[in-house]
């Protein structure tokens, strides 16, 4: 198995010019506690690079295995595509801009095909919800979900197993090359279903604006204890 962490992105929402995740939280950066806890969880890692990627690979492990997606501003789907080449094990499926307890990754971790869902129905607009039923994710993207049994927004993880690659291949071809990796993932789970871990009441959160920082350092960082 294998972690392959989407690190793309700008923190332009966030006031600075630095790839995302070289936010710092608690005066470490986001991609460092990502690092620490995969190499405790013994996770091999890959790291898909886009903006100033020169800076990202300078701050990672050396050895470290980085993809680069040289097209990242058209959206985070070719970054997926980029993570997914050429691999042929399982894999989680990292968003770089979460920071989170260790358990709900290796709670990901020990599951077929799946995601971690962190349950309630009030989705704001930047949230990617899931949707489950009769125990299996059916559905994510963004606004309310009716019709499921399980509704909550999805941490940013997910893990893919090796069988499935080919299928997950598939749902990302016929995708708009532009869109969110979301688009292929609700693709996927609506033909094939996945496995899910509810994670209520555990700390984590997904970082996009500043007032996101206060909140992970006053109310989630405490929590965390890395």
């Known amino acids: 198995?294998?972690?392959?962490?989407?690190?793309?992105?700008?923190?332009?929402?966030l006031g600075h010019d630095r790839p995302k995740a070289l936010l710092e939280v608690g005066g470490r950066t986001l991609l460092s506690r990502h690092v620490e806890n995969l190499a405790a969880a013994g996770i091999p890692l890959?790291?898909?690079?886009?903006?100033?990627?020169?800076?990202?690979?300078?701050?990672?492990?050396?050895?470290?295995?980085?993809?680069?997606?040289?097209?990242?501003?058209?959206?985070?789907?070719?970054?997926?595509?980029?993570?997914?080449e050429g691999l042929d094990e399982d894999a989680i499926v990292m968003d770089a801009?979460?920071?989170?307890?260790?358990?709900?990754l290796s709670d990901v971790a020990a599951l077929d095909r799946g995601f971690a869902i962190d349950p309630r129905t009030?989705?704001?607009?930047?949230?990617?919800?899931?949707?489950?039923?009769?125990?299996?994710?059916r559905?994510?993207?963004?606004?309310?979900?009716?019709?499921?049994?399980?509704?909550?927004?999805?941490?940013?993880?997910?893990?893919?197993?090796?069988?499935?690659?080919?299928?997950?291949?598939?749902?990302?071809?016929?995708?708009?090359?532009?869109?969110?990796?979301?688009?292929?993932l609700d693709r996927f789970v609506g033909e094939h279903g996945a496995s899910y871990v509810l994670v209520a009441g555990r700390p984590w959160t997904e970082i996009d604006f500043p007032e996101d920082v206060v909140r992970a350092e006053r109310d989630i960082l405490p929590r965390v204890g890395v």
């Open 1 to 13: 198995m294998k972690a392959v962490l989407l690190a793309a992105g700008v923190g332009r929402r």
């Open 46 to 84: 890959r790291v898909v690079t886009g903006f100033d990627a020169e800076r990202l690979v300078a701050a990672l492990p050396a050895g470290t295995e980085v993809v680069h997606n040289a097209e990242f501003r058209r959206g985070s789907l070719l970054s997926l595509a980029c993570g997914l």
């Open 97 to 104: 801009d979460v920071l989170y307890d260790p358990s709900i």
């Open 122 to 137: 009030d989705p704001g607009d930047e949230e990617m919800m899931v949707g489950a039923k009769d125990g299996r994710v």
């Open 139 to 184: 559905a994510i993207r963004r606004g309310k979900l009716p019709g499921f049994e399980v509704v909550g927004e999805g941490v940013g993880f997910f893990k893919i197993d090796r069988a499935s690659l080919p299928a997950l291949r598939a749902a990302i071809e016929v995708s708009d090359p532009e869109s969110d990796y979301e688009k292929a």
